[in-house]
């Protein structure tokens, strides 16, 4: 049976632990400016995987995959010494898509208040198809009805010449 928890609280310590001391186990000067944004841990406890993001163009983000996959002994080694559990997971290291996603939701953004800005735009110049107010108010005469008729008149059933109704006659 697998604990969530104890999985999460393990992979939050793998995560502070290897953000802190990344620089000071790979001694190497061509390690990129390295954040640690997330580790996942397997239930068993097994595997964990650490995504980062790195500062710098894709020539830093190649050398500084490198480096960690070359010292990911190190690392499992420094991290198995501090959290001291029976089996120290196995780290696998992916970089992580977050800038690529954000600049993609920008360039969404931006596009989106740019129609939004063309509707206002269009909505400014835009004029009533009909009168500014189409409805009729309380007071005003009903003369304006096709054939000068009371509205009272029209709503009422059609009738003869007589004024009678038509099924009043049978």
Do not use: C, W
């Amino acid at each position: 049976m697998a604990d969530t928890g104890r999985a999460r609280k393990i992979a939050d310590r793998i995560k502070v632990l290897i953000a802190a001391n990344l620089e000071s186990i790979v001694k190497d000067p061509d390690l990129g400016f390295v954040t640690v944004t997330d580790v996942r841990v397997t239930g068993d406890l097994q595997h964990a995987s650490v995504f980062y993001t790195v500062f710098g163009d894709e020539a830093q983000r190649a050398k500084t995959a490198a480096l960690l996959e070359k010292n990911k002994g190190r690392l499992r080694s420094f991290v198995g010494g501090q959290i001291q559990i029976r089996l120290t997971p196995s780290l696998d290291f992916f970089a992580d898509a977050i800038p690529e996603t954000a600049s993609h939701l920008e360039d969404l953004l931006r596009e989106a208040k740019e129609r939004d800005a063309a509707v206002a735009a269009a909505a400014a110049r835009a004029k009533y198809a009909g009168d500014a107010d189409p409805y009729r108010r309380d007071g005003e005469d009903d003369d304006d009805l096709p054939g000068g008729e009371d509205a009272s008149v029209e709503a009422s059933p059609a009738r003869d010449e007589d004024g009678t109704a038509p099924d009043a006659r049978a």
